[in-house]
């Protein structure tokens, strides 16, 4: 066992691993990072940054074949997919290398292999990686989550014909048509980069509307104005074969095809538990993933972890935030992982944002609540910069006091609005005092202000 002993050491270079090492490291902790793939983890590598790479190309895409709209003329335009792949591969060197600057500039000791925790002993933990077992006082376990694969009579995955969202970053060209099965917030997204470049694009979901757990109403509003851009949505169907490049499903009791050039499986993720040695040192499990408390403190004394392993909330943000929490508690600073305030996006044409509490949500939790919603045409600068577009800003305040308890967002740009959300919810305001916040004009910002006086 190697004598140096390690303050903390972090299993995973994703979200939560690298931002807890960088925090801990600038803190002054000795830290060693472990990381068998790429710093960045999936999100950087293939999930959110090279999504939303792909997602901006097809967005301005979408802008010049509708420019006329703002008395611009763009005649004949075209994509170029390479160049599209080529910037997607470009901004995700660039950003992992970016990690890798901040790690050495605050000491953290990165390690490119696979760690396998061999047990703890008198407090110290010991870990093998790289031919070496380091010893360590902390372990904050980053391992994160994988693509989950139904078990569908067919199914083979990987395969010529059947992607995740891994593969679908990497196609050596844009497919002609495609089935996605499962219509969450990947798969939405995936629909429309495919159907702004021209594919066409068919998304089976069990549910019976697409993005579970987000405002219903409003997801119905994007579904719909993704059916008059040509994507077609099989809802209700629960996928029972897949037969070469044919999807067999169930609706209303009665079997219906589909076939696609390329079947794209977006059934929701699950955390990476198993082959690093857990089963080592004794945490426990949830069917989730790890088990935490409100400090990310497994049951093992000096064990923490953050991110997606946990199964909980499966957000690089959420990630970040409970490495923090691990962080300031190793370092004196009493901290708490809260839940209540976490935005989501879906990063779509238009963007659909929410946080804090869904009507359904609220009603299935019994909690009392007063709803306002505005059209956010009621703002200029979303009639200036959205010709023909809609949207629509639903706040819930809660009873008796009014205060702030969710924000849904349908438009552009809401993704850029909706933390202001999240401070609202976080600092418990009421809507009285939002009443008061001075917004800038105009900006598409003043439709928190223009709902809540509307009510």
Excluded: W
Excluded at 18 to 24: F, G, I, K, L
Excluded at 111 to 131: F, L, N, T, Y
Excluded at 345 to 373: H, R, W
Aim: proline letters at 4%; one cysteine or more; hydrophobic letters at 40%.
């Amino acid at each position: 066992m190697s004598q140096e002993i390690f303050d903390l050491a972090i299993i995973g270079g994703g979200p939560a691993g690298y931002v807890s090492a960088e925090r801990a490291g600038h803190k002054g902790l000795k830290v060693v990072l472990f990381e068998a793939k790429s710093l960045g983890g999936v999100c950087l590598n293939e999930g959110c940054i090279p999504t939303k790479t792909f997602l901006y190309s097809a967005k301005l895409y979408d802008q010049a074949k509708g420019s006329d709209k703002y008395g611009i003329n763009v005649e004949g335009a075209t994509f170029d997919y390479t160049k599209i792949l080529k910037r997607k591969n470009k901004v995700v060197r660039k950003l992992v290398g970016g990690v890798g600057a901040q790690m050495k500039a605050n000491n953290v000791t990165v390690v490119k292999d696979r760690a396998i925790i061999e047990g703890r002993k008198d407090g110290v933990i010991s870990v093998a990686a790289d031919g070496k077992t380091f010893s360590i006082k902390n372990l904050l376990i980053c391992t994160g989550s994988e693509a989950a694969i139904p078990p569908i009579p067919g199914l083979v995955y990987p395969s010529e014909n059947i992607i995740t969202n891994r593969e679908a970053l990497d196609l050596a060209a844009v497919p002609e048509s495609i089935v996605i099965i499962g219509g969450g917030v990947i798969g939405m997204e995936f629909a429309s980069f495919f159907n702004s470049l021209g594919a066409k694009v068919e998304v089976i979901e069990m549910e019976s509307e697409i993005l579970l757990g987000m405002d219903r109403p409003m997801s119905a509003q994007l579904r719909k104005s993704y059916e008059k851009k040509g994507v077609t949505f099989l809802l209700s169907s629960m996928v029972v074969k897949i037969d070469g490049n044919s999807v067999t499903y169930k609706v209303d009791g009665k079997e219906e095809t589909v076939t696609g050039e390329k079947i794209l499986v977006s059934t929701g993720r699950r955390a990476v538990t198993k082959g690093f040695g857990l089963e080592n040192i004794g945490v426990e499990l949830t069917k989730a993933g790890i088990k935490v408390n409100e400090k990310m403190a497994t049951n093992i004394p000096n064990v923490f972890a953050a991110g997606d392993v946990t199964g909980f909330s499966l957000l690089a943000h959420t990630a970040y935030r409970e490495g923090e929490v691990v962080v300031n508690n190793l370092t004196g600073r009493k901290d708490y992982m809260r839940y209540n305030a976490i935005p989501g996006v879906v990063y779509t044409n238009p963007e659909f944002s929410s946080v804090g509490l869904t009507e359904e949500a609220a009603k299935e939790q019994k909690v009392e609540y007063d709803v306002i919603t505005l059209p956010m045409a009621y703002v200029g600068r979303f009639i200036a910069e959205n010709e023909g577009g809609s949207g629509e800003t639903k706040i819930l305040l809660g009873k008796p006091h009014g205060q702030v308890i969710g924000v849904q967002m349908l438009g552009n740009p809401s993704s850029e609005l909706i933390f202001g959300a999240s401070m609202a919810i976080e600092m418990e305001m009421t809507a009285a005092q939002l009443e008061e916040v001075i917004f800038p004009h105009p900006t598409v910002s003043e439709i928190y202000k223009e709902t809540i006086f509307s009510r």
